[in-house]
Each structure stands twice: as structure tokens, then as C-alpha cells.
């Protein structure tokens, strides 16, 4: 069972503290900082396991430029061919170990990453999961996308790559400098030289570049949005006209990306010269001055060699390090979006309120979706247990906004909206399901089998109760809602039946089939009231009749509220509500409202007049 929003739903006003141009909010650097250090103690055998394999693996590479000078050397003095070739066993004895040690402290690192990915995204979904549905649905769904999936990716290619990349850059640059400075005190000072082009590029880069990731990752949000809301309403598009505003839109997005892309590359064309800089300058006066130093005596061959193959060693170090710390940047500035949903608040007041009855009572029930823009105005509905109502009205009169309140989407800003004499609004999120569910013209289905999509709706067993004993769906029991709503034919010719895929590249699902599939579902999560808005909108006039009986003569003292626009099926209605600029305008059966000869009977003539092909209204 999925919503979706409609004319009549205006989106809801971001929040305060939302940057210009988001649609979600970003987290705090403090908050950044928490999320870290949790994930550190809730890690942190794993993360010693890859420090102390990374730091065994990179002292083990040290050996080797030693032995390397040691050889040069000891060449120089006509040394034994035997120690020539143990020296040389030696070095490659040393490279294997150094292979295996990295070998396994980079499987330490993957497990690591595969768990960040899997618990950031699970987490992110549960948060959203937990929001209302209004909020859901009032931000662009491409940046909700974005935040768990390219998003995640990045955080996930932060910690799994970046993470242990700067570590073992940092413990490598730490390890060469003792190595140097024991090797020779003298000539290891000259590094000091190298050390202004690191230090004032990276504090001219860091900056700019921390604006230009954050301003690149919404603004490619925004391109997954253009592209998910093209994609979605294409149907709408080619029906307006609007291709080429949306293909404009869509290339303005694209525009953006691309001119902060240039921008950080140009930033990088400044600062990675410069980081090559701190380590040839270096090496250069290194080359000057151990010359001078080897022809008074006061160093040797083989420390100049070392020292020379320790500079080298120096520059890929560093410019891994800062490299990876500016992907580790981008992973940062992905966890803030990721973590601002959590900023974003649960709106509800859950006071654990059950109802002790099925009656629906709104008194004097208003809502707005912004401030001083209501949308309905003191709607007053008695629904009794097992009524049959539907909801009239031309576009825009407030149907679809009544419905999402019947079913907690929206709470009213003022007014009284109950069931069975509990608010909606103190009602726990599982409660407040298993008494109304909302279905409407949009309905997704889900990639896996068609039992998946059929049992998302827990199983309650004797008296209501949920829980893992009594989850667990019979096959008669999906056999029979499919039947109801008629689509066990269509089911039965699956190759698999009901474990058949579906929603995948081989098996596409007509939009109709979409809508039977939650009609169905709707049925197993069997409530005690059932809103539908325009739920059989794409089906023939015969089949959307023929499905709505079926399913009232199986849900029979159910109370069933639907929200429509073709008055075909009306006259099965008990009561008739219309609506009109967000105010029920008139109540009553279909036969008792023809007879006023007001609105309503003013709807039923323009639908008869065009011959029951035109919605009524809108």
C-alpha cells in the first residue's frame, strides 16, 4: 500500500535551519564527529587488527631501501658473490612478507567498509521510514535516493579506502622520517625544505575545495531528482508539452555539476604540483649537499643512496596522503547529508492511545500544508463502523487532503480527528495501520517475487497480536486475496507462481496489474477501514466496479472510504460526501442528493452528459 501526492497536495515548507537550495537538511560538524567516534568503539577490534597489520606490513617495507644501501655498499667494497645473493634473498624474503601482511590487513579493511555500507544505509532507511509520510513525501525524491545510495557509496569508499589509505600513508611518512634521521641526522634536516609547498598549498586548497564537494553533491542530487520526476511523469510531460522546459531543467542541473567539477580541478592543478614540489626540492639539495658531505667524509655511499631512495619513497606517501584525505572530504561531506535526515524530526506524538471502537468522528477538522494556507475548513464526518463512503468533488476541493488524514498521514492543525474515541495523532505508527490503510492511484511494486510483495503487511494472529510466530502467510491465503481482486489467472500463468520475479527487466507490470497487486495486499493487512484514493483509476469502468464489490463483499463490516472521480460506482455508496474549496458541501445517499439538485447533481449530470468517460471534475 503506497501514496502518492496529488493535486491537491502542496509541498510542506522545509525546514528552518535548512541551507538554501536543499531539500534536506545537512548535519553538524559536531554531529559528524559523534557519528565517527561510535563508529570507532563499536569497531575498534576490527580497526586494531587493520592498524597493526597495515603498521607490520609498512615496517617491513622500511627494510628494504636499508638493505638496498647496505647492497650498494657493500658492492663498492668488493664483496663475496654468497653475500650479494643473501642479501638479495633477504630484500625478497622481505617483499613477500610485506605483500602478505598488506594482503591481509586490505581484507581487514574490506569486511570494515562492507559493514559501514550496509548498517549507514539500513539506518538511513529506518530513520526515513520513521518520518510522516508528509515530510516524505514534501522532499525531492532524487535527494533521498542520492543520500542512500551515491551518497553511502561515498562514505562507504571513504572508510574502506581512503580511511586505511591515510593511515598507512601517515604511519609510512612517520616510519621513513626515524629511518632517515637514524640513517643520517644531517641530511634528514634538508626535508625541511619541502615543507612550505605542502603546508601553504593544503591550507589554501583544504577550504575551497571542502565548499566546492558540498556544492558538487547537492547539485548532483538535484540531477537524480530531474531525472527520477522527468522519468516519473513522462506521461504528464508528453501530455503539457513540457519536454523541452524539462530537458532544460535537467541541463541546467547537469551545468552545475559539471562547472563545479572544473572548479575543483582546477583547484587540484595548483595544489598537486606543489605537494610534488615538498618532495623534489628535497631531493635536489639532498643531491647537492651530500656530495659536498660524501667528498669531506662526513657521510658515506650507502646513506646517501638510503637517503636518496627515502626521498623518493617520500613523495608517493604524501601525495597519497593528502589525495586521500580530500576523498576522505568527500566522504565527510556525504555523511553530513546522510546524517542530516536525523535532524529531520519523527512527528508524532505516540502516547500509545488504542482505540476502543471503529467509529471515525472529525469535528471542525482544518489543515494546511503551510502557514496560513488551509486547505481544508472545519470538516465535520461521522463514519460508522462498516460504512460505505465516497468522497466528490472537483480538482483541488480537498479530497485527497481528507483522505491522507483519515489516514494519519497529515494530523489536522486544529479540529478533532478520532477513532473509535482515540486521536489519530497519539496513536503508534503500528496501530494506527492495522486500523486504516491508504491506498492510492500510484502503487509501486517492488523487485522480488510476487509473495514478497503480497506479504509486506505483518500477519496479526487471534486477537490482533503481530509477531514472528504469527508472520507467516499461507499460500491459500495469497491465493485467495489474489483471486478476490482478480488477478489469480494472471498469477497462476507465472512460471513460478506466486515465488515468480517481478518488477525486473524480464517481467514488466502493467500499470492495472500494479494496482490489483496492492488491492490484494490491502486485504491480507486486513484493517477496519479502507481509504482509497482513486485506487481502480486505471482500470476500465466494468473492472474497477467489479474489483470494488468483490472486495466489499469480503470486507463486509469494514468501513471502506473512497476518494473518486468517475461516478460509476457511487450508487454502491451509503453516504455521499461532496466537496467543495476544501468544505463538505453536502452529505447524503446518491438518490436523497440528486434530489436536492445541488452540486452533486450537477457532477451527475456533466458525467452522464459525456457519456461516463470523463471524470467528474477532475
Given at each position: 500500500?503506497?501514496?502518492?501526492?496529488?493535486?491537491?497536495?502542496?509541498?510542506?515548507?522545509?525546514?528552518?535551519?535548512?541551507?538554501?537550495?536543499?531539500?534536506?537538511?545537512?548535519?553538524?560538524?559536531?554531529?559528524?564527529?559523534?557519528?565517527?567516534?561510535?563508529?570507532?568503539?563499536?569497531?575498534?577490534?576490527?580497526?586494531?587488527?587493520?592498524?597493526?597489520?597495515?603498521?607490520?606490513?609498512?615496517?617491513?617495507?622500511?627494510?628494504?631501501?636499508?638493505?638496498?644501501?647496505?647492497?650498494?655498499?657493500?658492492?663498492?667494497?668488493?664483496?663475496?658473490?654468497?653475500?650479494?645473493?643473501?642479501?638479495?634473498?633477504?630484500?625478497?624474503?622481505?617483499?613477500?612478507?610485506?605483500?602478505?601482511?598488506?594482503?591481509?590487513?586490505?581484507?581487514?579493511?574490506?569486511?570494515?567498509?562492507?559493514?559501514?555500507?550496509?548498517?549507514?544505509?539500513?539506518?538511513?532507511?529506518?530513520?526515513?521510514?520513521?518520518?510522516?509520510?508528509?515530510?516524505?513525501?514534501?522532499?525531492?525524491?532524487?535527494?533521498?535516493?542520492?543520500?542512500?545510495?551515491?551518497?553511502?557509496?561515498?562514505?562507504?569508499?571513504?572508510?574502506?579506502?581512503?580511511?586505511?589509505?591515510?593511515?598507512?600513508?601517515?604511519?609510512?611518512?612517520?616510519?621513513?622520517?626515524?629511518?632517515?634521521?637514524?640513517?643520517?641526522?644531517?641530511?634528514?634536516?634538508?626535508?625541511?625544505?619541502?615543507?612550505?609547498?605542502?603546508?601553504?598549498?593544503?591550507?589554501?586548497?583544504?577550504?575551497?575545495?571542502?565548499?566546492?564537494?558540498?556544492?558538487?553533491?547537492?547539485?548532483?542530487?538535484?540531477v537524480l531528482t530531474s531525472t527520477h520526476e522527468t522519468v516519473r511523469g513522462a506521461a504528464s510531460v508528453e501530455a503539457l508539452g513540457l519536454a523541452r522546459r524539462r530537458i532544460d531543467h535537467h541541463g541546467s542541473a547537469v551545468a552545475r555539476v559539471v562547472r563545479h567539477r572544473r572548479r575543483i580541478t582546477g583547484l587540484q592543478t595548483v595544489w598537486y604540483p606543489s605537494l610534488d614540489l615538498a618532495t623534489m626540492v628535497p631531493m635536489a639539495f639532498t643531491?647537492?649537499?651530500?656530495?659536498?658531505?660524501?667528498?669531506?667524509?662526513?657521510?658515506?655511499?650507502?646513506?646517501?643512496?638510503?637517503?636518496?631512495?627515502?626521498?623518493?619513497?617520500?613523495?608517493?606517501?604524501?601525495?597519497?596522503?593528502?589525495?586521500?584525505?580530500?576523498?576522505?572530504?568527500?566522504?565527510?561531506?556525504?555523511?553530513?547529508?546522510?546524517?542530516?535526515?536525523?535532524?529531520?524530526?519523527?512527528?508524532?506524538?505516540?502516547?500509545?492511545?488504542?482505540?476502543?471502537?471503529?467509529?471515525?468522528?472529525?469535528?471542525?477538522?482544518?489543515?494546511?500544508?503551510?502557514?496560513?494556507?488551509?486547505?481544508?475548513?472545519?470538516?465535520?464526518?461521522?463514519?460508522?463502523?462498516?460504512?460505505?463512503?465516497?468522497?466528490?468533488?472537483?480538482?483541488?476541493?480537498?479530497?485527497?487532503?481528507?483522505?491522507?488524514?483519515?489516514?494519519?498521514?497529515?494530523?489536522?492543525?486544529?479540529?478533532?480527528?478520532?477513532?473509535?474515541?482515540?486521536p489519530v495523532s497519539a496513536m503508534s505508527i503500528g496501530t494506527l495501520r492495522s486500523e486504516v490503510a491508504l491506498v492510492t492511484q500510484e502503487n509501486h511494486v517492488f523487485a522480488g517475487s510476487v509473495r514478497d510483495n503480497l506479504t509486506l503487511p505483518e500477519r496479526r494472529g487471534p486477537g490482533g497480536r503481530t509477531g514472528p510466530d504469527d508472520n507467516t502467510w499461507g499460500d491459500e491465503e495469497l491465493w485467495a486475496a489474489l483471486r478476490t481482486v482478480g488477478?489469480?489467472?494472471?498469477?497462476?500463468?507465472?512460471?513460478?507462481?506466486?515465488?515468480?520475479?517481478?518488477?525486473?527487466?524480464?517481467?514488466?507490470?502493467?500499470?492495472?496489474?500494479?494496482?490489483?497487486?496492492?488491492?490484494?495486499?490491502?486485504?491480507?493487512?486486513?484493517?477496519?477501514?479502507?481509504?482509497?484514493?482513486?485506487?481502480?483509476?486505471?482500470?476500465?469502468?466494468?473492472?474497477?466496479?467489479?474489483?470494488?464489490?468483490?472486495?466489499?463483499?469480503?470486507?463486509?463490516?469494514?468501513?471502506?472510504?473512497?476518494?473518486?472521480?468517475?461516478?460509476?460506482?457511487?450508487?454502491?455508496?451509503?453516504?455521499?460526501?461532496?466537496?467543495?474549496?476544501?468544505?463538505?458541501?453536502?452529505?447524503?445517499?446518491?438518490?436523497?442528493?440528486?434530489?436536492?439538485?445541488?452540486?452533486?447533481?450537477?457532477?451527475?449530470?456533466?458525467?452522464?452528459?459525456?457519456?461516463?468517460?470523463?471524470?467528474?471534475?477532475?
Open positions: 500500500m503506497t501514496t502518492t501526492r496529488t493535486a491537491e497536495a502542496t509541498p510542506l515548507a522545509p525546514p528552518a535551519d535548512e541551507q538554501p537550495g536543499t531539500r534536506l537538511p545537512l548535519a553538524r560538524q559536531q554531529e559528524v564527529h559523534h557519528w565517527f567516534w561510535t563508529f570507532v568503539r563499536g569497531n575498534s577490534g576490527r580497526i586494531t587488527a587493520m592498524l597493526t597489520l597495515f603498521g607490520l606490513a609498512l615496517a617491513t617495507g622500511l627494510v628494504g631501501p636499508r638493505l638496498l644501501g647496505h647492497l650498494v655498499e657493500s658492492v663498492q667494497r668488493s664483496t663475496t658473490t654468497w653475500r650479494v645473493d643473501m642479501v638479495a634473498l633477504v630484500l625478497v624474503a622481505v617483499l613477500a612478507v610485506q605483500a602478505l601482511l598488506t594482503r591481509a590487513a586490505q581484507v581487514q579493511t574490506t569486511l570494515l567498509g562492507e559493514k559501514v555500507l550496509a548498517e549507514t544505509r539500513e539506518s538511513f532507511v529506518r530513520r526515513v521510514m520513521r518520518l510522516p509520510l508528509g515530510t516524505v513525501e514534501s522532499v525531492g525524491t532524487g535527494d533521498l535516493l542520492s543520500r542512500a545510495t551515491s551518497d553511502v557509496d561515498r562514505l562507504n569508499e571513504g572508510i574502506r579506502l581512503a580511511m586505511p589509505r591515510i593511515l598507512m600513508a601517515a604511519v609510512t611518512l612517520a616510519l621513513t622520517v626515524v629511518a632517515m634521521l637514524l640513517t643520517s641526522p644531517l641530511l634528514s634536516l634538508l626535508l625541511l625544505t619541502g615543507l612550505p609547498f605542502a603546508v601553504f598549498s593544503t591550507r589554501w586548497y583544504r577550504p575551497r575545495a571542502t565548499r566546492g564537494y558540498e556544492e558538487l553533491l547537492k547539485d548532483e542530487a538535484e643531491l647537492l649537499a651530500g656530495g659536498a658531505a660524501y667528498r669531506d667524509g662526513r657521510v658515506g655511499l650507502a646513506e646517501i643512496t638510503a637517503m636518496m631512495l627515502y626521498l623518493q619513497s617520500l613523495n608517493g606517501p604524501l601525495v597519497e596522503l593528502l589525495s586521500w584525505t580530500d576523498e576522505l572530504q568527500v566522504g565527510s561531506a556525504a555523511l553530513r547529508r546522510i546524517l542530516g535526515v536525523e535532524r529531520l524530526p519523527v512527528e508524532r506524538s505516540d502516547t500509545g492511545a488504542v482505540p476502543t471502537g471503529r467509529r471515525i468522528r472529525l469535528r471542525g477538522v482544518r489543515f494546511g500544508y503551510d502557514a496560513g494556507r488551509e486547505v481544508l475548513h472545519g470538516i465535520d464526518l461521522d463514519i460508522p463502523p462498516g460504512g460505505r463512503i465516497a468522497v466528490v468533488g472537483t480538482s483541488g476541493a480537498g479530497k485527497s487532503t481528507l483522505g491522507k488524514l483519515l489516514a494519519g498521514v497529515h494530523h489536522p492543525t486544529a479540529g478533532v480527528l478520532e477513532i473509535g474515541d482515540a488477478l489469480e489467472e494472471w498469477a497462476r500463468k507465472l512460471p513460478d507462481g506466486l515465488d515468480s520475479p517481478v518488477a525486473t527487466e524480464e517481467t514488466d507490470v502493467p500499470a492495472v496489474t500494479a494496482q490489483q497487486i496492492a488491492l490484494a495486499r490491502l486485504l491480507l493487512a486486513d484493517p477496519h477501514t479502507l481509504v482509497l484514493d482513486e485506487a481502480t483509476a486505471l482500470m476500465e469502468p466494468t473492472a474497477s466496479r467489479q474489483v470494488e464489490r468483490s472486495m466489499a463483499a469480503l470486507l463486509a463490516g469494514r468501513s471502506v472510504i473512497s476518494i473518486v472521480h468517475r461516478l460509476d460506482s457511487v450508487q454502491d455508496a451509503d453516504l455521499i460526501a461532496v466537496m467543495e474549496s476544501g468544505r463538505i458541501v453536502e452529505l447524503g445517499s446518491h438518490h436523497e442528493l440528486l434530489e436536492k439538485d445541488g452540486a452533486y447533481a450537477r457532477l451527475w449530470r456533466s458525467w452522464t452528459a459525456a457519456g461516463s468517460g470523463a471524470e467528474a471534475g477532475g
